[in-house]
């Protein structure tokens, strides 16, 4: 690399203005922003990136899944393309930085590489995109381009039919769309993200960038324990086929086993739904959403089997019957030996400290794994605080990692 290039850095006030116009959008009374996929806000957020690519002067490039991107293109005919970016949807009431900082930072290396004339070796694309944060769907965009979306995802996802046919429309994509924004591997040269760490051990160690070196794999299920619906009142203990009984111990177990055999792994149920739901109404059924995450695939399979077995063993202990509806996973994902190095270098060229770290977070960087070279850095969360509004970031710590990734796309494009 050249000199001239080592000295370019991305424009702080330019940034930091994007990023507030990009935050401004679903901002919530808490500082946080409410975007889920295809919200109005959501639906805002996209037009305003869409506006902005067009009136910088950018191709303005979308796809049947609803990704949006600027694409600089190289001077070489039929090159690959290194995209870089995040998303623009949020978890409900979530913060600004996950994912929003992404595509500001992607934008903002485009518009220096834009300005400087830098000759580049492959397209470089500035993505937003679409439900990264699965509303509906999860990594929806990146898997389509990956060609790992299938109808059958898109049949059951984990946001319900109806939510994701309505979200569709309000963004004109269906089904065919989203099954057509397949992309060759051939054509895809990488895919690097700057994201915030959602954790601590950053702001602990006191390092400015981790170099993600593995992201978790992801699975989600349903899980339908059913009972029978009684008088609260006049059942007795014994004879309640009591559906929130299965749930709730299935629950508890689930935590115990995952602390003590599988401690490189998380569960969550973030969410149980009873039927009919009343005080006096024995709960006739439960919906539960199930979520778990490993590092390793060894131990995502074994925890896959352990958690399924453990649901049909409370189902049997409380009398239940149980469903049990898969709706995805997410293979653990490591990144790129190449891209990490670069990465590194890239830090110690800008005089910051680096370590490596696994993500525990879901990003699209894990759909495109096995298609292209990808990696990711992350930076400080104050707190490790990350879904919520109390997200935050030091905008100096912005400002370093959307350099390293500048310095990292001169290192990989040109
Ligand atoms: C996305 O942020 C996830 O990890 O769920
Ligand atoms: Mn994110
Ligand atoms: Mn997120």
Same mark, same amino acid.
């Given at each position: @690399?050249?000199?001239?290039?080592?000295?370019? %850095?991305?424009? *702080?006030? %330019?940034?930091?203005?994007?990023?507030?116009?990009?935050?401004?959008?679903?901002?919530? *009374?808490?500082?946080?922003?409410?975007?889920?996929?295809?919200?109005?806000?959501?639906?805002?957020?996209?037009?305003?990136?869409?506006?902005?690519?067009?009136?910088?002067? $950018?191709? $303005?490039?979308?796809?049947?899944?609803?990704?949006?991107?600027?694409?600089?293109?190289?001077?070489?005919?039929?090159?690959?393309?290194?995209?870089?970016?995040?998303?623009?949807?949020?978890?409900?009431?979530?913060?600004?930085?996950?994912?929003?900082?992404?595509?500001?930072?992607?934008?903002?290396?485009?518009?220096?590489?834009?300005?400087?004339?830098?000759? /580049?070796?492959?397209?470089?694309?500035?993505?937003?995109?679409?439900?990264?944060? +699965?509303?509906?769907?999860?990594?929806?965009?990146?898997?389509?381009?990956?060609?790992?979306?299938?109808?059958?995802?898109?049949?059951? #996802?984990?946001?319900?039919?109806?939510?994701?046919?309505?979200?569709?429309?309000?963004?004109?994509?269906?089904?065919?769309? @989203?099954?057509?924004?397949?992309?060759?591997?051939?054509?895809?040269?990488?895919?690097?993200?700057?994201?915030?760490?959602?954790?601590? %051990?950053?702001?602990?160690?006191?390092?400015?960038?981790?170099?993600?070196?593995?992201?978790?794999?992801?699975? *989600?299920? %349903? /899980?339908?324990?059913?009972?029978?619906?009684?008088?609260?009142?006049?059942?007795?203990?014994?004879?309640?086929?009591?559906?929130?009984?299965?749930?709730?111990?299935?629950?508890?177990?689930?935590?115990?086993?995952?602390?003590?055999?599988?401690?490189?792994?998380?569960?969550?149920?973030?969410? @149980?739904? $009873?039927?009919?739901?009343?005080?006096?109404?024995?709960?006739?059924?439960?919906?539960?959403?199930?979520?778990?995450?490993? &590092?390793?695939?060894?131990?995502?399979?074994?925890?896959?089997?352990?958690?399924?077995?453990?649901?049909?063993?409370?189902?049997?202990?409380?009398? /239940?019957?149980?469903?049990?509806?898969?709706?995805?996973?997410?293979? #653990?994902?490591?990144?790129?030996?190449?891209?990490?190095?670069?990465?590194?270098?890239?830090?110690?060229?800008? +005089?910051?400290?680096?370590?490596?770290?696994?993500?525990?977070?879901?990003?699209? &960087?894990?759909?495109?794994?096995?298609?292209? #070279?990808?990696?990711?850095?992350?930076? #400080?969360?104050?707190?490790?605080?990350?879904? *919520?509004?109390?997200?935050?970031?030091?905008?100096?710590?912005?400002?370093?990692?959307?350099?390293?990734?500048?310095?990292?796309?001169?290192?990989?494009?040109?």
């Amino acid at each position: @690399m050249t000199s001239t290039f080592s000295s370019l %850095r991305i424009n *702080s006030d %330019r940034m930091l203005d994007s990023f507030t116009q990009a935050s401004s959008f679903g901002a919530t *009374s808490e500082g946080g922003v409410n975007r889920p996929s295809f919200s109005e806000a959501h639906l805002q957020a996209r037009k305003w990136f869409r506006e902005q690519i067009e009136s910088a002067g $950018f191709e $303005f490039r979308t796809d049947g899944a609803g990704n949006h991107s600027a694409v600089i293109a190289s001077e070489t005919k039929q090159s690959p393309t290194l995209i870089i970016g995040s998303h623009l949807d949020s978890v409900p009431n979530g913060g600004k930085y996950d994912g929003g900082l992404g595509v500001v930072a992607a934008f903002e290396v485009l518009k220096i590489l834009q300005e400087n004339r830098i000759k /580049l070796k492959v397209n470089v694309e500035a993505m937003d995109f679409t439900d990264e944060e +699965g509303t509906l769907v999860g990594l929806l965009g990146s898997a389509a381009i990956a060609g790992h979306l299938h109808q059958k995802d898109l049949d059951n #996802p984990r946001g319900g039919r109806e939510n994701l046919l309505e979200g569709m429309k309000c963004a004109g994509l269906s089904d065919e769309s @989203m099954l057509s924004a397949k992309r060759k591997p051939e054509t895809l040269a990488g895919y690097l993200e700057l994201h915030i760490e959602q954790g601590k %051990r950053l702001e602990k160690s006191k390092i400015n960038i981790g170099i993600v070196s593995a992201i978790v794999g992801i699975a *989600s299920y %349903r /899980l339908t324990f059913i009972g029978k619906a009684n008088h609260a009142g006049t059942t007795t203990m014994e004879d309640r086929l009591d559906a929130s009984l299965g749930a709730s111990s299935f629950t508890l177990k689930a935590r115990e086993l995952v602390m003590s055999e599988y401690k490189n792994s998380v569960v969550n149920v973030g969410k @149980m739904e $009873f039927s009919p739901g009343a005080f006096n109404i024995v709960p006739a059924q439960v919906d539960l959403s199930l979520e778990f995450r490993s &590092a390793t695939q060894d131990e995502f399979d074994k925890l896959d089997e352990a958690l399924i077995s453990l649901a049909k063993a409370e189902a049997q202990k409380f009398d /239940l019957e149980l469903t049990i509806e898969f709706l995805g996973k997410h293979s #653990p994902s490591p990144m790129s030996d190449k891209v990490q190095t670069a990465f590194a270098s890239a830090c110690d060229d800008l +005089g910051l400290t680096h370590t490596s770290l696994t993500s525990g977070a879901g990003h699209d &960087a894990q759909s495109l794994a096995d298609l292209c #070279p990808v990696g990711m850095i992350f930076i #400080p969360s104050i707190n490790g605080i990350s879904h *919520s509004p109390k997200e935050f970031t030091e905008w100096e710590d912005c400002v370093n990692g959307a350099n390293v990734l500048l310095q990292t796309v001169l290192k990989l494009a040109t």
